[in-house]
C-alpha cells in the first residue's frame, strides 16, 4: 500500500508554491494536492491514444499509473516520476499526488559534440547521453571528422584515424580514434535511453584528416577540400557512408557541407574538366553535384541525408528526403546570413534549428566569472537560449518542415568534460523546455524557469556534473 502524508508540507524548497520542479514542464499538470509514497513499481498500460513519446502519469494515494503508447513514452514518464520525487522515506521515494499529461512538441531535441577539434572519448560521450536523457533530449549529433582528424576508422582506408594532430591535440598522446566495438558500446547506451545518435562524416570541406592520409583525394595544390573531379575521391565518399550506415541504425546521416572554400575547384584541371562536362558555369555547383549523389546514395538504402544549410544554397533541388541543418540564422550577421537558413523550410524540405545566435553553447554565457574559456566574442546567456523561437522567420506555410532543434557544442575552445558541462547545464535545461513546450507561453515564463532551474542545478551538482549558476548573469542584468 501507498503510505499517504496528507498533511505534510512539502519538504524541498522547490515544491512551495505547489508546482513540481520539472524540467521541461509538462503540458498538463494537476497537483492534486498531498504526497503520495511510491512503495511499488507503477502500473504500466498501453494506450494507443497517448501522441508518441508522451505520456499520461497519474501519482495517486492508490499507487502510479504510466499510460502510454511508445517505449520512448513509458521512458519518458519515469524520467518524470524520478523528477518528482522530493526526498526519500523509510517505504519509498515521497512524491506530490499529481496528474500529468505530457508530449513533445518538436520531434527533433538534439545535443550536438564536435568529439574532433578536442577527443572526449566514450566514457565522456556515455555521460553526456545519460545526462541529455534524463531532460528528454532525443537526438545526439555525433561530428566525428574534421580537419584536425578523422575518428572512425572505415575498413580499407587504415590511414585515416592517423591524423589526429593540431593546436587542440597539443602533446597528448592518443589513439584519437572509435573502433567498430566503442561505437557499438556508445550506440547500445544512446538506445537504452532513447537517443538516437546521428553520425556526421563532412564532405567536401573539413576535410584535411582525410587529405592528410590520402593527399590524391585533394586537388592540385592542396586546401582543405575534397577533389569533386576524381573518381576515387567520391568512391571514397560512398564507402564511407555504406560502412557509417552498417555501423549507425539511425535514418539520418549527417554529410557536412558547411563552409566549403571552392576557390580550389576553379584551378583545378579534374574539377574544370568535370564542370565543363557537367555543363556548369560555377564551382559552387560542384557541391551541389556531391551533395545531389550523396544523398542519393544514402536515400537508395533507405537513408536520409542530413547537411549543414550551405547544402541547399543556390536553390538546389535535392532528394525530397534531404533534410537541412541550419546554424546561419535569419538575422545572422554576414552576406550569406539572412534568409539562407530558412530557405530549407520554405523549399520543403525538413529541417532543423541550430542558429549561431541561440543555439551555440561554445559561445560565452555571460558569467560575471567564469573560470573557462569560449569561442569567440559572442554571448549567448541562459535567458537568450530560454527565449529561442525556433519557427522564427520562417514562413507560416514552411513551418511544419521544421522538426526541432539543437545545441551545437563545438569544441576549438572546450578541453575536457568540465568545460564541456558547464557550457551545455543549465542552458541545455532551457532548450530542453522550449522544446518540449513550444509554443505554449504560459509555461514560458524565465523567472519562474529560472527557479527550476536552480534547483536541477543542485541535483546536477549533487550527481557531480559541472553546471554554472543561474544567477550572476552580466547579460541579464545589462538587459534590465
Ligand atoms: C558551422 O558552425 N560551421 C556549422
Ligand atoms: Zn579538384
Known amino acids: ?29 494537476d497537483a492534486t494536492g498531498g504526497e503520495c509514497v511510491l512503495t511499488r513499481p507503477p502500473a504500466i498500460e498501453v494506450d494507443g491514444s497517448v501522441p508518441a513519446e508522451g505520456y499520461r502519469l497519474s501519482v495517486t494515494p492508490d499507487g502510479v499509473t504510466i499510460r502510454h503508447s511508445d517505449a520512448a513514452g513509458l521512458f519518458y514518464a519515469k524520467v518524470t516520476l524520478r523528477q518528482l520525487e522530493t526526498r ?33 572519448g566514450k566514457g565522456t560521450v556515455k555521460r553526456i547521453l545519460g545526462e541529455i ?75 584535411g584528416a582525410a587529405l592528410r592520409a590520402y593527399p590524391e583525394f585533394a586537388c592540385p595544390g592542396g586546401g582543405k577540400v575534397m577533389c569533386i573531379g576524381n573518381p576515387d575521391a567520391v568512391k571514397f565518399a560512398e564507402d564511407v557512408l555504406d560502412y557509417v550506415c552498417e555501423l549507425f541504425p539511425s535514418e539520418v546521416i549527417h554529410i557536412g557541407g558547411d563552409e566549403c572554400k571552392r576557390e580550389y575547384w576553379a584551378k583545378c584541371p579534374r574539377c574544370r574538366a568535370m564542370m565543363e562536362r557537367e555543363g556548369m558555369t560555377d564551382p559552387g555547383e560542384l557541391q551541389q553535384w556531391l551533395t545531389k549523389r550523396l544523398s542519393a546514395h544514402l536515400a537508395a538504402t533507405g537513408r536520409r541525408a542530413i547537411g549543414w544549410d550551405e547544402i541547399f544554397d543556390g536553390g538546389v533541388s535535392l532528394p525530397s528526403n534531404t533534410m537541412g541543418m541550419c546554424w546561419r540564422p535569419a538575422d545572422g550577421v554576414g552576406a550569406e546570413g539572412a534568409g539562407a537558413a530558412h530557405g530549407v523550410a520554405n523549399a520543403g524540405r525538413e529541417v532543423v534549428m541550430c542558429p549561431y545566435s541561440h543555439c551555440y553553447f561554445d559561445y560565452s554565457q555571460g558569467l560575471d566569472e567564469d573560470p573557462f574559456d569560449y569561442f569567440g566574442r559572442r554571448s549567448i546567456s541562459l535567458e537568450k537560449v530560454y527565449s529561442f523561437d525556433p519557427l522564427s522567420g520562417v514562413a507560416p506555410d514552411a513551418r511544419k518542415f521544421v522538426v526541432g532543434a539543437q545545441c551545437n557544442n563545438w569544441s576549438e575552445r572546450t578541453f575536457a568534460l568540465p568545460d564541456l558541462e558547464w557550457k551545455l547545464w543549465p542552458r541545455a535545461l532551457a532548450l530542453a523546455e522550449v522544446l518540449w513546450t513550444y509554443p505554449d507561453p504560459h509555461r514560458r515564463d524565465f523567472a519562474r524557469f529560472a527557479s527550476r532551474a536552480e534547483e536541477h542545478r543542485r541535483r546536477l551538482l549533487r550527481d557531480h556534473v559541472n553546471c554554472a549558476g543561474i544567477a550572476n548573469r552580466k547579460t541579464e542584468r545589462a538587459a534590465q
Open 88 to 120: 526519500r522515506g523509510s517505504e519509498g521515494a515521497v512524491c506530490p499526488c499529481c496528474e500529468i499529461s505530457d508530449s513533445p512538441a518538436f520531434r527533433w531535441r538534439g545535443v550536438h559534440l564536435d568529439d574532433v577539434r578536442h577527443f572526449f
Open 1 to 29: 500500500m501507498l503510505a499517504v502524508c496528507m498533511a505534510a508540507a512539502f519538504a524541498a524548497a522547490h515544491v512551495a508554491a505547489g508546482v513540481p520542479a520539472l524540467v521541461p514542464m509538462p503540458r498538463e499538470i
Open 133 to 207: 536523457a534524463q531532460y528528454k533530449f532525443n537526438m545526439f549529433h555525433w561530428h566525428l571528422t574534421d580537419s584536425q582528424a578523422w575518428l572512425i576508422d572505415i575498413p580499407g582506408y587504415p590511414e585515416l584515424v592517423n591524423q589526429g594532430r593540431g593546436r587542440e591535440f597539443g602533446e597528448a598522446v592518443g589513439p584519437f580514434r572509435y573502433t567498430a566495438n566503442d561505437i557499438r558500446e556508445v550506440l547500445a547506451y544512446a538506445a537504452e535511453r532513447h537517443v538516437t545518435v546521428v553520425p556526421e562524416v563532412e564532405f567536401p570541406g573539413h576535410f
